[in-house]
């Protein structure tokens, strides 16, 4: 075929505006890397004596060198935030006679070179189809690599991972060590005729350590480690994904003892046959290859299939049938004393000060897994370095855990003073009314200083690691959680959007109070949960299993149950008023407030500053994100 005769004056294109485009400057644009938040606090610090906004670029004459420079040109991004944001700040700066002179310019001038980038992207699409047109024509082509199935021998990173570098998963291990065994001295085994499972699946939430205990199996056998990603099967024209499983065992087999590792092989082995919206061939291709694969191997060939998702419920049954992955083992979240040993693992390469007790910390960080402990020590790291100090301290890692759990901080976003008192009488009523409630975890920290999409944060932390929540205590979270609306609504007399998260979270959990938890007398000790998942679209959509009529009276059920929640938390926040007060003055003041000034304040005792950012007290715990009201 003459297919690369027809190609090549594409490929000169290509290569030729590639070149063009690199000579215009294309790829710089000609800043001098400033970002937003700088360009602000310039504007904040009166540097700025003049500046043009033109399309998303802004031009501003400086006060005094900045980075060595007077004129400076940063990139903003969205020009039309920039304008609303500081549209205060530039008339306050211009009557004043900071600001000299200013101009925003509609819209930038389209660069007469605009047309190359299309070329470019034309040009690139129409290069990787004839690759892979000729891949398919031509079985010298390197392009035909497309359907081998892209394996490691050995590991990735060159990195041997062993058992004592996953922690907290002890029981796991135990039954993994069996494969372990079986891996590397077969002959003790199948000479008494006993059969290991070839198919083991771990299962459990995302971050438990699953892809890291599968590559520890591999590293403590020392055998050969095949490993793909379910995903990887996706990527890929049609007919792809069958042939690359089909290779993946073949070498496997030829490798043996070796492992087969399968990591999300929820992506090709979902139920087949559920969902909307076809182009599901392809993975079903794919999946029927693996099982027919995992069919065609004995106990003999020395080959163990382990596989890793986070969502056994949507896999399809045929996969889990046995002589396929007919063990399952399950990797849950660790506990206060797995996490401690995680935490020793992953504190072992940084440095850390005197002050940093990875005890407390692990008690600090129920429900955490062993992912977000990692980059929990990760971002106390980076906060160090960023500082110029050389280890991290406990209060790095207070810092990190709120930055983790909420997002980081945004001092410079403008809050207009009328805002800040909103936020101030909102997170001091979901405050007062938890700190009246007995089953109600304590408060570790206020602020009104907006974080993530928050504009302020009440921050709770459970006193131990507890599993289940009795029905007082999801009702009292329930009051908490409407503390802030209720604040608003009395001490404002006006209601704001503020609230909508928390109404959520409660109306959520009254729900499941009572149709998920049976906490409901007139409905009964009954589920009337969901029946079956359906795929529709990118979700999963639960079907009903239950008449209009049950749907109707839990309707009423859960604005009777809220009701009553708002009713006591007025209650409280009415008696309390004077105190609430005090505590919105003190925010006002100080931004943030520590669970110890809040209780303070409480209890009619001094109130010390200067301990806005004390760390864990005692036993704390903020643990999912559920504990940020
Ligand atoms: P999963 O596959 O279950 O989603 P990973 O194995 O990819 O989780 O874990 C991601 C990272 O988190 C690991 O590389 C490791 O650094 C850390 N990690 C997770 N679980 C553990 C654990 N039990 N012990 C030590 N580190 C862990
Ligand atoms: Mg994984
Ligand atoms: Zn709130």
């Known amino acids: ?12 294109i290509v290569i030729l505006a590639l070149v063009f485009s690199w000579a215009l400057g294309l790829f710089g644009d000609g800043t001098d890397g400033l970002t937003y938040s700088e360009v602000v606090s310039l504007f904040r610090q009166e540097q700025v004596e003049s500046f043009t906004v033109e399309g998303t670029k802004i031009q501003m004459h400086l006060r005094s060198a900045y980075k060595g420079k007077t004129k400076i ?52 699409v129409l290069l990787i189809l004839w690759m892979i047109l000729a891949g398919r024509a031509n079985s010298n082509n390197p392009m035909n690599n497309f359907g081998k199935a892209r394996t490691i021998n050995g590991l990735p990173a060159n990195k041997k991972v062993t058992f004592a570098d996953v922690q907290g998963v002890d029981e796991e291990k135990e039954e993994l060590q069996e494969v372990v065994d079986f891996l590397r001295n077969p002959e003790k085994f199948t000479k008494i005729g006993a059969r290991i499972p070839h198919g083991i699946l771990l299962s459990g939430p995302p971050g438990t350590g699953k892809t890291l205990l599968a590559r520890a199996v591999a590293g403590e056998a020392d055998v050969q480690f095949l ?86 419920d949507i896999l399809d049954p045929a996969l889990l049938r046995p002589g396929r992955f007919d063990r399952q083992i399950r990797v849950g979240r660790p506990d206060a004393k797995g996490r401690e040993q995680i935490l020793k693992v992953h504190a072992k390469n940084k440095s850390l000060d005197e002050s940093v007790d990875l005890k407390t910390i692990a008690l600090a960080t129920a429900g ?18 960023r500082d110029d ?32 008192y909103l936020t101030a009488v909102h997170e001091a009523g979901h405050a007062v009314a938890m700190y009246s409630l007995p089953t109600h975890d304590p408060v570790h920290q206020i602020s009104i200083i907006p974080r993530g999409d928050a504009n302020g944060l009440t921050w709770t932390r459970p006193t131990q690691d507890s599993t289940h929540l009795t029905r007082n205590e999801m009702y009292e979270r329930i009051v908490g959680l409407l503390g802030g609306r209720v604040a608003e609504a009395l001490f404002l007399n006006d209601i704001s959007t503020g609230a909508s998260s928390d109404i959520d979270r409660a109306t959520k959990l009254a729900r499941d109070m009572i149709s998920r938890y049976g906490m409901c007398e007139k409905l009964g000790t009954v589920s009337y949960t969901g029946g079956d998942e359906l795929f529709i679209g990118r979700d999963y959509q639960s079907t009903k299993s239950y008449s209009e009529k049950v749907a109707a009276t839990i309707d009423d059920e859960v604005k009777l149950l809220i009701d009553r929640a708002y009713d006591q938390c007025k209650d409280i926040l009415e008696q309390d008023r004077e105190k ?50």
């Open 73 to 124: 040109v940063a990139q903003l991004g969205d020009a039309e935030q920039f304008r609303r944001e500081m549209s205060e700040t530039i008339m306050a700066q211009s009557q004043s006679g900071v600001l000299t002179s200013y101009h925003f310019v509609p819209q930038a001038k389209t660069s007469p070179y605009a047309y190359v980038l299309p070329i470019i992207i034309a040009g690139g």
């Open 580 to 629: 609430l007060q005090q505590v919105v003055d003190f925010l006002m003041e100080h931004e943030t407030m520590s669970g110890k000034q809040f209780r303070n304040c409480m209890e009619g005792e001094p109130v010390v500053d200067g301990e806005e950012n004390a760390m864990f007290d005692q036993i704390s715990s903020p643990d999912a994100p559920e504990n940020m009201h």
């Open 1 to 12: 075929m003459n297919k690369r005769k027809t190609i090549a004056p594409i490929i000169y």
């Open 389 to 420: 100090r050389t280890a991290f301290s406990m209060r790095d890692v207070n810092d990190a855990m709120m930055k983790i759990l909420a997002g980081p901080e945004k001092r410079s976003r403008v809050t207009l003073r009328k805002d800040l």
């Open 227 to 312: 490993s793909i990603s379910g995903s990887d099967f996706m990527e890929m024209y049609v007919g792809v994904g069958a042939s690359r499983v089909r290779d993946l065992f073949d070498q496997a087999r030829k490798m043996a003892p070796s492992i087969v590792f399968i990591d999300e092989i929820d992506a090709v082995g979902r139920k087949r046959g559920s969902g909307l919206g076809g182009g599901h061939d392809e993975r079903e291709q794919t999946l029927n290859q693996l099982l027919v694969e995992m069919d065609g191997f004995s106990h003999t060939d020395g080959v163990i299939v382990l596989a890793a998702t986070n969502r056994v």
């Open 368 to 385: 955490f897994t062993g992912a977000d402990l990692s980059n929990l020590l990760n971002e106390a790291a980076i906060m160090a370095a």
